[in-house]
């Protein structure tokens, strides 16, 4: 079975969500909150489980750029600074089935 491949990925300013639409028909409306407290980054998820890290105060949070990760992933930066965590489409589709 292939994996889920992102068709689109969209982000909005306004409703603070980044839309992601799937090519197995998923779509998912993920908030930037989300997306900066759930950052796959060593800073947020320390190197072990036991390590993660809580982080709050992100409600008005945004995301001010998105790079591309070889065919992968994509590198979100937010406007608290955070740019570390890279955000594969695997890790992008369970926080959406969670969000």
């Known amino acids: ?9 969209n982000f909005s300013r306004a409703d603070k969500t980044l839309n992601v639409r799937f090519d197995d028909g998923a779509e998912f409306a993920i908030p930037f909150e ?3 407290v759930e ?3 060593a800073e947020v998820q320390g190197h072990s489980p036991d390590q993660k890290v ?3 105060g992100k409600e008005n949070v945004l995301v001010t750029a998105a790079e591309p990760v070889g065919r992968y992933a ?4 937010f406007d608290d600074g955070h740019d570390s965590g890279l955000f ?3 890790y992008l589709y369970a926080l959406g089935q969670a969000a």
């Open 34 to 36: 989300t997306l900066r």
């Open 39 to 41: 950052s796959p980054s």
């Open 54 to 56: 809580t982080v709050t």
């Open 74 to 77: 994509v590198r979100l930066v």
């Open 1 to 9: 079975m292939s994996r889920p491949w992102p068709q689109s990925l």
């Open 88 to 90: 594969t489409w695997d």
